[in-house]
């Protein structure tokens, strides 16, 4: 199945395999099987009621967590077939990398993390990881999804030191500064491309941010003004695609053409060579600059909007006190997430489970049958 690869890819039959040792599949290669057990699981259904920029309830056609993985895992996939990478195993990461996100988007993280500085802080990345180890229960014979080592490789992508001592191999590479696969290289990157392009059409759609301010970004009105030569008098919907399809182009290209030089000049004869190198797959600095700007502009204007930060300012309130409430009560928690031992470092990292797994709408209900006398 991997007859197509270049040598320096993640092959599935030479892979460092999985935690607990498998049987391989007659017709599935390892990464096809980590892709289809992530997509089958409860907390990737969940993704599609949680935050990506806006909330949930707030409109029917703004990205969620689910619809921003699905970006992510297309435009990942077309790279990687450009740069003779395994496309299942960018699909794998790009599906399962964030599993572990709370409701609410980067806020909720952000409270958990202040919620649990006692008790181990709260990372997404190690939660999407714990995900997949251990809190999907589908298996007989093991507890998470049992992915391949380097599908949950590409998962983590930041840990500290500290926390990267207690994960074993996968954690080494944080201590050694050494690299992840190239398929991991670029999914990171495929994150970025998605987030930037979709965010400005919700960003445009919601009326927060308009075609005027973002002509102040130099990589945008490039593009705007491209579409208008190319066809006159468009406008609306259709200009707003038209140009972020340029868009995308421009940073795929962009990539596949500077990894691709990058990929020759180091030559790298396998995948531990890739490993023990410098990251090879990357932007130009003309296209880094640009995209870095666009970031700065949708920080600025976008994820820092009055009304965005309102909306913050509620979530952040709900994560906290549900969280404040199930530590100071635990009886209130359902039962599998009632820590028997009484030992409260598990119970708080229960709690964090608890509301880490909870879409945005399921956090407001339950909030509501905490605070509110009329709820039961």
Same mark, same amino acid.
């Given at each position: 199945?991997?007859?197509?690869?270049?040598?320096?890819?993640?092959?599935?039959?030479?892979?460092?395999?999985?935690?607990?040792?498998?049987?391989?599949?007659?017709?599935?290669?390892?990464?096809?099987?980590?892709?289809?057990?992530?997509?089958?699981?409860?907390?990737?259904?969940?993704?599609?009621?949680?935050?990506?920029?806006?909330?949930?309830?707030?409109?029917?056609?703004?990205?969620?967590?689910?619809?921003?993985?699905?970006?992510?895992?297309? %435009?990942?996939?077309?790279?990687?077939?450009?740069?003779?990478?395994?496309?299942?195993?960018?699909?794998?990461?790009?599906?399962?990398?964030?599993?572990?996100?709370?409701?609410?988007?980067?806020?909720?993280?952000? %409270?958990?993390?202040?919620?649990?500085?006692?008790?181990?802080?709260?990372?997404?990345?190690?939660?999407?990881?714990? %995900?997949?180890?251990?809190?999907?229960?589908?298996?007989?014979?093991?507890?998470?999804?049992?992915?391949?080592?380097?599908?949950?490789?590409?998962?983590?992508?930041?840990?500290?030191?500290?926390?990267?001592?207690?994960?074993?191999?996968?954690?080494?590479?944080?201590?050694?500064?050494?690299?992840?696969?190239?398929?991991?290289?670029?999914?990171?990157?495929?994150?970025?491309?998605?987030?930037?392009?979709?965010?400005?059409?919700?960003?445009?759609?919601?009326?927060?941010?308009?075609?005027?301010?973002?002509?102040?970004?130099?990589?945008?009105?490039?593009?705007?003004?491209?579409?208008?030569?190319?066809?006159?008098?468009?406008?609306?919907?259709?200009?707003?695609?038209?140009?972020?399809?340029?868009?995308?182009?421009?940073?795929?290209?962009?990539?596949?053409?500077?990894?691709?030089?990058?990929?020759?000049?180091?030559?790298?004869?396998?995948?531990?060579?890739?490993?023990?190198?410098?990251?090879?797959?990357?932007?130009?600095?003309?296209?880094?600059?640009?995209?870095?700007?666009?970031?700065?502009?949708?920080?600025?204007?976008?994820?820092?909007?009055?009304?965005?930060?309102?909306?913050?300012?509620?979530?952040?309130?709900?994560?906290?006190?549900?969280?404040?409430?199930?530590?100071?009560?635990?009886?209130?928690?359902?039962?599998?997430?009632?820590?028997?031992?009484?030992?409260?470092?598990?119970?708080?990292?229960?709690?964090?489970?608890?509301?880490?797994?909870?879409?945005?709408?399921?956090?407001?209900?339950?909030?509501?049958?905490?605070?509110?006398?009329?709820?039961?």
């Amino acid at each position: 199945m991997d007859e197509r690869l270049a040598p320096y890819a993640a092959h599935s039959a030479t892979g460092r395999g999985r935690r607990y040792p498998e049987a391989a599949h007659a017709s599935r290669s390892q990464f096809q099987r980590d892709r289809d057990r992530i997509i089958h699981s409860s907390a990737f259904r969940r993704l599609e009621y949680k935050t990506q920029v806006f909330l949930n309830h707030e409109g029917d056609l703004f990205r969620t967590r689910l619809t921003h993985s699905l970006e992510v895992a297309q %435009v990942g996939r077309s790279m990687a077939r450009n740069l003779g990478l395994n496309e299942d195993l960018v699909e794998a990461i790009s599906l399962a990398h964030d599993l572990g996100h709370t409701p609410f988007g980067h806020v909720g993280q952000d %409270v958990l993390n202040e919620c649990m500085r006692d008790y181990g802080g709260f990372e997404h990345n190690l939660q999407s990881l714990r %995900v997949v180890d251990e809190l999907e229960q589908h298996y007989g014979a093991f507890d998470g999804l049992n992915l391949m080592f380097e599908t949950r490789e590409g998962i983590l992508k930041h840990c500290s030191l500290n926390n990267a001592k207690q994960l074993g191999e996968l954690g080494q590479r944080f201590i050694d500064r050494t690299q992840p696969s190239l398929e991991a290289q670029l999914t990171n990157l495929a994150d970025e491309i998605a987030y930037n392009s979709h965010d400005i059409d919700d960003g445009l759609r919601s009326g927060l941010i308009t075609i005027a301010q973002l002509e102040q970004v130099e990589f945008f009105a490039r593009l705007w003004h491209d579409v208008q030569r190319s066809y006159p008098g468009l406008s609306g919907r259709r200009a707003i695609y038209e140009t972020l399809r340029r868009l995308i182009t421009a940073l795929a290209d962009d990539l596949i053409t500077t990894s691709t030089e990058l990929l020759r000049a180091a030559a790298p004869a396998d995948i531990d060579a890739v490993r023990a190198g410098l990251p090879l797959i990357r932007f130009s600095d003309g296209m880094r600059k640009d995209a870095t700007e666009l970031k700065r502009f949708l920080r600025a204007n976008l994820y820092q909007h009055y009304q965005v930060n309102r909306m913050r300012v509620k979530a952040s309130r709900v994560v906290r006190e549900l969280y404040d409430s199930f530590m100071a009560e635990p009886v209130l928690l359902p039962p599998d997430y009632l820590e028997p031992s009484g030992d409260i470092h598990k119970q708080a990292r229960k709690i964090a489970d608890y509301i880490a797994g909870m879409t945005d709408r399921y956090a407001i209900r339950e909030h509501r049958r905490l605070f509110s006398l009329d709820e039961l």
